[in-house]
């Protein structure tokens, strides 16, 4: 299946061969002089999600960032629609099995400068964004979520205090624990921020700048859920 990755301000996508990866191609929903980032597929592969500074209907064109998704046709990708929130800006989104979106939110009521938002899925719908409170947020910054698929844990980038590092709160009887700091079991040195793990759970990656520049790296998964 192809991969998704964002360059600039399209998104592209890629598919593996024999003969190693094709030609990155440009996703025929980008328009010319709009920005997509941040692509991120569904658990079934159905959706796919990304945040983009499209127009919102009824609305001039504000420049901010809020989710779209297309969805998976015969003949390709749908037409853009809006996730539906528009009173901030996101990035950064990770979804779970069960559809809920975990992504950083932009907005007023927010802690800090940034902070993870979850969205629940329910009855076909996003509910609200819901901020996940001061065991995870804090008054710096909080980006790039991801999401166990099983909701089990949470991973996350903060610039607290003062540097890049990866975070890890558990989820115990739906209540998100104080986030500690697991940059230690990942890199030995500078800063590492972007966690994402593999479907299949056995690999994490992430951005490191160890060696003077944002590089990405991979590992073998360490245990998060226990």
């Known amino acids: 299946s192809p991969v998704y990755t964002s360059r600039g301000d399209f998104i592209f996508s890629m598919k593996q061969s024999i003969g190693g990866w094709s030609v990155p191609q440009i996703e025929p929903f980008c328009r010319i002089g709009g920005t997509y980032m941040y692509p991120t597929l569904s ?36 037409v853009p629609h809006l996730v539906g929130f528009d009173d901030g800006a996101e990035y950064g989104i990770s979804i779970a099995e069960n559809g809920n979106l975990y992504f950083m939110g932009m907005y007023e009521q927010g802690g800090g400068g940034a902070d993870i938002y979850v969205s629940e899925f329910l009855d076909g719908a996003y509910r609200d964004p819901q901020n996940l409170g001061s065991a995870v947020n804090s008054s710096t910054y909080e980006d790039e979520p991801y999401i166990d698929p099983q909701e089990r844990f949470l991973l996350f980038s903060s ?41 299949d759970g056995r690999y994490l990656f992430f951005a490191s700048n160890a060696n003077g520049n944002w590089d990405i790296y991979w590992m073998t998964a360490p245990s998060f859920a226990e």
């Not at 945040?51 to 420049?63: I, Y």
């Not at 610039?159 to 709160?169: K, Q």
């Not at 115990?172 to 793990?197: C, L, M, N, T, Y």
């Open 159 to 199: 610039l607290r205090p003062g540097r890049g590092r990866i975070y890890l709160s558990r989820n115990e009887g739906g209540i998100w624990q104080h986030a500690v700091d697991v940059s230690e079991r990942i890199a030995h040195k500078g800063d590492v921020r972007f966690p994402q793990i593999s479907r």
């Open 43 to 78: 658990a079934d592969g159905s959706r796919l999600f990304f945040a983009s500074d499209e127009a919102l209907p009824g609305r001039e064109d504000g420049k901010e960032m809020n989710f779209w998704y297309v969805e998976r046709e015969d003949s390709g990708w749908s």
